[in-house]
T-cell receptor
Framework: AQSVTQLDSQVPVFEEAPVELRCNYSSSVSVYLFWYVQYPNQGLQLLLKYLSGSTLVKGINGFEAEFNKSQTSFHLRKPSVHISDTAEYFC?????????????FGKGTKLTVNP | EAQVTQNPRYLITVTGKKLTVTCSQN?????MSWYRQDPGLGLRQIYY???????DKGDVPEGYKVSRKEKRNFPLILESPSPNQTSLYFCASSLKSSGQGEKPQHFGDGTRLSIL
């Protein structure tokens, strides 16, 4: 079974500051990793994904994440945030072996960007 | 436009009155799934379907039913809704993968249910 831990439930930052949203996972098999973003009153939108290859992946809206296998982490970063980045962010995994399509989500991190 | 469409977007109803939330996708995806989102709990899977006539329970299936008679539709049925089913519900779909490709799931905009 897989589990995902998002270490911060809320992260307040000022506009133009850098931000890191932390995600750790637990799995006995290899996994694919995802970050989704949910803007207020909207569904989930894929921000970025790690499948294989380079451990640094770039997504939409200037976000990037780094996969660290030894620390089982997939932290999301942005060097300079905007007010419009205020949203809830979810880290999720799917096992690599192909027998399951089930996304296992973390509990989410609410990012609030203040002026 | 590729999309997952849920209806209704909002519903307030009373305990015990059967309701159905529809979900339709236009991407010819094999896999479809229902999640509920509750504050502090993230998203939890209710039911999923790997293809037509193939459905299975997720993590929190109690009180829900689903059916998959057609590839594009995956309705969620609450036969006798109760207040603890008040939640935000999401339908999602994706291609069934082989374990070697990407597996991004596409989500609908959500249905907010309030059971009084």
């Amino acid at each position: 079974a897989q589990s995902v831990t998002q270490l911060d439930s809320q992260v307040p930052v000022f506009e133009e500051a850098p931000v890191e949203l932390r995600c750790n996972y637990s799995s006995s098999v290899s996994v694919y990793l995802f970050w989704y973003v949910q803007y207020p009153n909207q569904g989930l939108q894929l921000l970025l994904k790690y499948l294989s290859g380079s451990t640094l992946v770039k997504g939409i809206n200037g976000f990037e994440a780094e996969f660290n296998k030894s620390q089982t982490s997939f932290h999301l970063r942005k060097p300079s945030v905007h007010i419009s980045d205020t949203a809830e962010y979810f880290c999720a995994v799917i096992p690599y072996w192909g027998g399951s399509e089930k996304l296992v989500f973390g509990k989410g991190t609410k990012l609030t960007v203040n002026p | 436009e590729a999309q997952v469409t849920q209806n209704p977007r909002y519903l307030i109803t009373v305990t015990g009155k059967k309701l159905t939330v529809t979900c339709s996708q236009n991407m010819n995806h094999e896999y479809m799934s229902w999640y509920r989102q509750d504050p502090g709990l993230g998203l939890r899977q209710i039911y999923y379907s790997m293809n037509v006539e193939v459905t299975d329970k997720g993590d929190v299936p109690e009180g829900y039913k689903v059916s998959r008679k057609e590839k594009r539709n995956f309705p969620l049925i609450l036969e006798s809704p109760s207040p603890n089913q008040t939640s935000l519900y999401f339908c999602a779909s994706s291609l069934k993968s082989s374990g070697q490709g990407e597996k991004p799931q596409h989500f609908g905009d959500g249905t907010r249910l309030s059971i009084l």
